[in-house]
Every structure is written in C-alpha cells, then in structure tokens.
C-alpha cells in the first residue's frame, strides 16, 4: 500500500490556479513540439499522453504537481494538437526523440530527478525514452501495451534496468492488463503493478478512479518501499499464462499485441 501520506497530501492540493506558460521544443531531428511547463524546481515529471490525444489532456494534473512542488512538462507528440510534423507510419518510434527533448527541457530546468509519466502509447514511449537516458530515474505506464505502432517494449526493458517502475491498468482491459503483468515479470528493479476495475484506460483513469491520483503522488514523492513485492489489486495476472510469448532477451516480447 502507498503511505496515507500521499493520499494527505492529494488531499490537500491548494485550489489556487497554477501558472502554465507554453513554449515550443525542438527535437534532434527538427521537428517542433508544442508543450507546457507548470512550476519548477528540482522534482521534474514528464507527461506522455496518448495516441491520436494531445497534452491537454494532463492540464488538471499538471497544474495539482505543480501546485506541490514539482516540475511538470507536457508535449504535444509529434503529428498530435499543436505540434508539427507529419504523422506517418514511420513517425511513431521516431517519437521516442519527442520524449528525450521534454527530458533534456527539464534537466536544463533544474529537475534533478526525473518521472515520465505516460498513458498507452506514452507509456511505451516512456519506457522506451528511459531506457537510454540516466536523466530519467523512474517511469510510470498507464495502460501498456506490448507493441503500439511499433514502439515496442521488448529492447526498452533491457536498457532500464533496475530503476523503479510503476503499471497500472484496467483489469478489464485484457490487453494492457495482460501486457502489464508481462512487463513487471521481467522488471528487476523495483516495481509495482496495479490491475484495477473499472477504471478505463489511459489518463481517463485518473477521472474515475479516485485512487490513482493518489498512487501516483505517492510514487512520486519516493514511497518505493516494498515496491519489489508486485501488487495485483483486483486478479492475480499467472505467469504460466504468458512464457510462451516472453523472451528476456529475445524479441518475441513485443512482437505481437493481442
């Protein structure tokens, strides 16, 4: 369980509207990204969101992190909302540089420690953009999948090592549900798995799950303790189900999304 700490001070988010200020960044490979930055200083989050949405979908919590200290940036990925660039089939792993230049803003913003935070194909991308960047030092995925588009988790789980890691998804959702329990079964680091009911996918689950919010300030306010002990909320995700489609260091893991 997460410390009643986290949840005390969810609850005691001050209701003050947050300065956001917009910006444009710019990746290794040119493209320009729209994105928002809320607060500052030295605990920097960096939030993915998902396929065919934009960042506005994290402006309620980004500006609740901001308003508790911490360092929040949301980018508009490529070919989605503001941002430029041309979203084709071959654009959707190049959006791993999308995450770097919001790690690389952050790091030169002061963020000494630094979450990504990403929802279904942010999650992937989260891992993905992770796992060569030692200026990310823990991620969480809402809702994973396995293979989205072709940003694959397979060869990211590799590259992050033992760095913390926390999955939730929707037991009802069988494919990210089941792409989770796969995922944390390979972790060696530190890691945490929440299958819930009913809460839906992605970022909505912040709205109708009341509890996620939660978990997820705990998370980042260092509550890793125990995290090694996977936790399944609501079923228990048996391993036996799924070897068959993992490999540690093979590529099969990744490869198919059911």
């Not at 308003?67 to 791993?96: Q, Y």
């Not at 799950?209 to 978990?215: C, F, H, K, L, R």
Request: glycine share 14%; aromatic share 4%; net charge negative.
């Amino acid at each position: 369980m997460f410390k009643m700490s986290a949840f005390g001070a969810l609850l005691a988010m001050m209701t003050t509207q947050a300065s956001a200020a917009d910006m444009k960044l710019k990746t290794d490979d040119g493209v320009s990204l729209a994105a928002t930055s809320y607060g500052n200083g030295a605990k920097g989050v960096l939030l993915i969101h998902g396929q065919d949405r934009s960042r506005k979908d994290w402006d309620n919590f980004g500006e609740k992190l901001s308003l508790n200290g911490f360092n929040v940036l949301t980018v508009d990925l490529r070919g989605h909302g503001a941002s430029g660039g041309e979203l084709s089939d071959e654009a959707w792993p190049l959006m791993v540089k999308d995450v770097a230049a919001g790690v690389a803003w952050l790091h030169d913003s002061g963020a000494a420690h630094i979450t990504i935070i990403g929802a279904e194909l942010g999650a992937n991308l989260a891992l993905n953009g992770a796992a060569g960047n030692d200026n990310v030092n823990n991620v969480v995925m809402l809702s994973p999948g396995l293979n989205i588009n072709g940003v694959k988790v397979s060869a990211a789980l590799g590259g992050y090592g033992e760095r913390p890691l926390l999955l939730i998804a929707d037991s009802d959702d069988a494919t990210s549900a089941r792409a989770a329990g796969l995922i944390a079964d390979k972790v060696v680091g530190k890691k945490k798995l929440e299958l819930l009911a009913g809460a839906g996918s992605g970022v909505k689950m912040l709205n109708t799950d009341a509890s996620v919010e939660g978990m997820l300030v705990g998370w980042l306010n260092d509550a890793y303790g125990g995290a090694s002990v996977i936790k399944h909320s609501q079923r228990e995700v048996r391993s036996g189900e799924v070897d068959a489609d993992i490999e540690t260091s093979g590529t099969r893991f990744g490869e198919k999304q059911d």
